[in-house]
């Protein structure tokens, strides 16, 4: 028996729709994760993006639990001194909720370049529409 390696050429990618509504925010991020890095499929490689796009919709319906609405922040430094900004997660949510998703789900993918890559293939959106029809995503129901 020989293991086979799969090539850059050889990966076909599908795409994902997920509503987003009601569902909570990390088990949301963790299953779009799995699908962009492609453990999903069974010709996973570490070191190669075989994962598939993804389409998340309704961003702004997502569902969190406990007191992070109020306690958890989002911290940026612009590298000058005095130059940190702090917003908390309802400020987010309520200006730019496409943000928290995406922010939640690069955390648990890699952090190098392929890592860039997989995240390039998520679309996110708070609305119910998005402008990838021609790529006929299948829904993806996340419980």
């Known amino acids: 028996m ?65 007191k992070k609405l109020k306690q958890k922040n989002y911290y940026h430094h612009s590298t000058y001194p005095g130059g940190l900004k702090v917003n908390s997660l309802e400020k987010v949510l309520n200006t730019r909720p496409e943000r928290v998703v995406q922010a939640a789900v690069r955390g648990m993918l890699p952090k190098n370049t392929v890592g860039r890559h997989m995240l390039g293939k998520l679309k996110v959106y708070a609305g119910s529409g998005h402008p990838h029809d021609a790529q006929m995503p299948q829904p993806l129901e996340i419980l």
Not at 19 to 40: F, P, S
């Open 2 to 66: 020989k293991t086979k390696a799969v090539k850059a050429s050889e990966i076909t990618r599908s795409w994902y729709l997920v509503d987003a509504e009601g569902i909570i925010l990390g088990r949301l991020a963790t299953k779009v994760a799995t699908i962009l890095k492609g453990k999903h499929k069974p010709i996973y490689t570490p070191h190669l993006d075989t994962g598939d796009h993804v389409i998340v919709v309704n961003a702004d319906k997502i569902r969190l639990t406990g």
